[in-house]
């Protein structure tokens, strides 16, 4: 019985040892892509040409805002 829970623990060591070893494995090619893209390709910052986006008027807003109640509303009749 000795001999059989010996080669069981020493396989249970060795799969998690290739795990741990796959595991680490990826997380350093993970860590080195990541290196690699910010440093080849840098994030771009907000240009000054940009145009701004455009903001919705004050009258579409209440426009949408009761368009949104009104349906409620009726949703909730309904049920």
Request: aromatic share 10%; no cysteine; hydrophobic share 55%.
């Amino acid at each position: 019985m000795s001999e059989l829970f010996n080669a069981g623990l020493e396989l249970m060591v060795i799969g998690m040892g290739i795990v741990f070893v796959f595991l680490a494995m990826l997380v350093a090619f993970v860590s080195l892509m990541s290196f690699l893209l910010t440093a080849f390709f840098p994030e771009n910052t907000a240009s000054p040409n940009t145009k701004p986006i455009p903001v919705s008027s004050n009258q579409e807003d209440e426009d949408v805002i009761a368009a949104i109640s009104a349906a409620v509303h009726r949703y909730r009749e309904e049920r």
